[in-house]
């Protein structure tokens, strides 16, 4: 199994800590350059993080650092090489970008997820749309929830998230199905907590009819009892019938879009090729592409 290391020495913190006893301990600043930071804070009526930024005592990059030990939100500094500079969810969780995604996981977990779904496609309606950043930045904001979460690379086609996540593709999802692999091959990672990622494993010839399999089924039932949150990213929806075979098992699907990007009859061919076989359909404009 592939695990990856980061550095993850954090402060020693209590309930009670403060972004000033947190920037401390990270060694960011000294007593001294506190003391001047809290004169300067009552002065000017601001905020302790506020404060030690205008003087030019920390960056923004070491209060996001310091906030995510304050609230247990991980959080990965960019000079990290463990994964692209695409997975903005777990580089700068406080963003606007991130915001939208963790408004976009709040909609899921009302509309999907809480009337008892495990499991979620996420596609586009032609590649280049976006998806794969999609999944993999929703698989970081609902492990950060504290969801147990799995992201699984069922592009068989094209398959990417093993490059957003530095991760070795030698087995994966094609090579459970045909038998060559076990659940081994799942990568925790432990830096992000609660995720893990299934990649797609050995490019097969017949990728329609590897994932059209009861293997695929029982896998999802096997992953279900594991995991309270299931990302299935897949191919793009008007590329193969691959997405609609995988939508119709697991009942549901997220198409991504791009603004000014795609094209709207490809976004509604996209959702009338899903609703003709009973998919219910939801869209999610792609912040993070």
């Known amino acids: 199994m592939n695990i990856i290391e980061t550095d993850t020495k954090a402060p020693v913190k209590t309930i009670s800590s403060s972004i000033g006893h947190l920037l401390l301990d990270m060694g960011k600043i000294t007593d001294k350059d506190a003391e001047r930071i809290l004169k300067f804070q009552k002065e000017k009526s601001m905020r302790f993080g506020e404060a030690a930024l205008a003087l030019g005592f ?37 963003s606007k970008q991130v915001e939208s995604l963790r408004s976009l996981r709040t909609q899921l977990m009302l509309r999907w997820f809480e009337r008892g779904h495990k499991a979620i496609a996420i596609s586009s309606s032609k590649e280049m749309d976006g998806n794969d950043s999609l999944a993999a930045n929703l698989a970081v904001v609902f492990s950060q929830l504290g969801e147990r979460t799995l992201l699984i690379d069922a592009n068989l086609r094209e398959p990417s998230l093993h490059k957003i996540f530095r991760l070795n593709n030698n087995s994966g999802l094609s090579d459970i199905l045909v038998g060559r692999a076990s659940m ?50 897949t191919s793009p929806i008007l590329q193969s019938s691959d997405a609609q075979i995988l939508a119709k098992k697991i009942g549901g699907v997220l198409i991504a879009t791009e ?16 609703r003709a076989l009973g998919i219910e359909v939801q869209i999610a404009l792609n912040m993070v592409a």
Do not use: W
């Not at 990007?261 to 899903?274: N, R, S, V, Y």
């Open 58 to 94: 920390v960056t923004m990059e070491d209060i996001n650092k310091a906030l995510s030990y304050q609230f247990d939100y991980p959080y990965l500094t960019p000079d990290k090489a463990s994964f692209s500079s695409s997975l903005v969810a777990a580089f700068d969780p406080f």
């Open 184 to 233: 081994d091959v799942l990568v925790r990672i432990p830096s992000l907590l609660n995720l893990s990622v299934l990649t797609a494993g050995t490019t097969p010839p017949n990728p329609q009819e590897l994932l059209n399999k009861e293997a695929f089924d029982q896998l999802l039932a096997a992953f279900s009892e594991q995991y309270d949150v299931i990302i299935v990213n």
């Open 259 to 274: 603004q000014h990007k795609t094209a709207l009859k490809d976004t509604q061919a996209a959702i009338e090729a899903c």
